[in-house]
């Protein structure tokens, strides 16, 4: 759970932005998407196959 304490005299703007980030960090909205619908097989092979190739280059960088 992604819980943000706001400090003493700061805005709710950088609280917010704290707050964002941790969700994106955490991989809360990837998980949101990735239920929203069911995927077919095919579409489930694609998606690995397109993360693979991603993981690849980052590797070889």
């Not at 759970?1 to 969700?23: H, P, W």
């Not at 955490?26 to 995927?39: L, P, V």
Request: hydrophobic fraction near 30%.
């Amino acid at each position: 759970m992604t819980q943000v304490v706001l400090g003493d005299n700061e805005g709710i703007d950088s609280a917010l932005r704290r707050f964002k980030r941790q969700v994106s960090q955490a991989g809360i909205f990837q998980d949101i998407r990735k239920n929203r619908h069911f995927e077919t097989p095919l579409e489930k092979e694609k998606r690995k196959q397109v993360a693979r190739r991603r993981q690849y280059r980052r590797r070889g960088s």
